[in-house]
T-cell receptor
Framework: DAGVIQSPRHEVTEMGQEVTLRCKPI?????LFWYRQTMMRGLELLIY????????DSGMPEDRFSAKMPNASFSTLKIQPSEPRDSAVYFC??????????????FGEGSRLTVL | DAKTTQPTSMDCAEGRAANLPCNHS???????VYWYRQIHSQGPQYIIH???NNETNEMASLIITEDRKSSTLILPHATLRDTAVYYC???????????FGAGTILRVKS
C-alpha cells in the first residue's frame, strides 16, 4: 500500500517567493497533520484536519502560512512570502479515525525547504 | 497534553535489550502513552501505544507503571538499525494531536 506521499522532496527558493508543499494522505484516513521540524525547535505541529475540516491551526506561525484540504486525498501547505527562517523539513501525516482507531500517525518522508 | 521527560541520550550494545524510560507524571486518566521513533532524515514511525496495561507488538514492548506516571519502552534485541530518536508522547486516542518533545537519542553500538 502506498504511504503518505509528499512533494516536492526538496525545494530551494529565494526569500519572498511563494512555496507550496503537497500531501496525499493514505486512502481512507480521516485525519491529516502538518508538522515542521528544525534543529532549534524540533517537531512542531502546525495544523491538523479531520474530515477535510481544519480543527486546530494554533501552531501556524503567522499569516504567511496557510493550509487547505480541498478533498480527502489532497492537502497543501503554502508559504507566501517565504523567509529564510522558514527553512525546515515539513512533514505530513495521516491517521485513521473511526470505530477502530489505532492511535497511529503515518508520516510521509518530508519536504525539505531551503529559503535563501 | 501530558508533559513527558526522557533522557537526552542512551547507548545500547547490539543484540542486547534497550530499555528507554519516560516520565509522564501529569498524564490524565484518558491519555495514552505513545512511542514513536525517527531514524535520521526520515519521517517519525509509530512503535506502540498503551493506556494502562503492558503492550507488546512485533517491534517492542511497553511497560506502564501502575500509577501511570512512567513507562519503559523495551526493544528486546537492539540492532544497529534501531539507532534513532525515540519520542514518548501523551495524547488522546482520537484526534491524535501529538506534541513531540526532544526525545531520547538511542545509539546502538556493535
Amino acid at each position: 500500500d502506498a504511504g503518505v506521499i509528499q512533494s516536492p522532496r526538496h525545494e530551494v527558493t529565494e526569500m519572498g517567493q511563494e512555496v507550496t508543499l503537497r500531501c496525499k494522505p493514505i486512502s481512507g484516513h480521516n485525519s491529516l497533520f502538518w508538522y515542521r521540524q528544525t534543529m532549534m525547535r524540533g517537531l512542531e505541529l502546525l495544523i491538523y484536519f479531520n474530515n477535510n475540516v481544519p480543527i486546530d491551526d494554533s501552531g501556524m506561525p503567522e499569516d504567511r502560512f496557510s493550509a487547505k484540504m480541498p478533498n480527502a486525498s489532497f492537502s497543501t501547505l503554502k508559504i507566501q512570502p517565504s523567509e529564510p527562517r522558514d527553512s525546515a523539513v515539513y512533514f505530513c501525516a495521516s491517521s485513521p479515525t473511526g470505530t477502530e482507531p489505532t492511535g497511529e500517525l503515518f508520516f510521509g518522508e518530508g519536504s525539505r525547504l531551503t529559503v535563501l | 497534553d501530558a508533559k513527558t521527560t526522557q533522557p537526552t541520550s542512551m547507548d545500547c550494545a547490539e543484540g542486547r535489550a534497550a530499555n528507554l524510560p519516560c516520565n509522564h507524571s501529569t498524564i490524565s486518566g484518558n491519555e495514552y502513552v505513545y512511542w514513536y521513533r525517527q531514524i535520521h532524515s526520515q519521517g517519525p514511525q509509530y512503535i506502540i501505544h498503551g493506556l494502562k496495561n503492558n503492550e507488546t507488538n512485533e517491534m517492542a514492548s511497553l511497560i506502564i507503571t501502575e500509577d501511570r506516571k512512567s513507562s519503559t519502552l523495551i526493544l528486546p534485541h537492539a540492532t544497529l538499525r534501531d539507532t534513532a530518536v525515540y519520542y514518548c508522547i501523551g495524547g488522546k486516542e482520537y484526534g491524535n494531536k501529538l506534541v513531540f518533545g526532544a526525545g531520547t537519542i538511542l545509539r546502538v553500538k556493535s
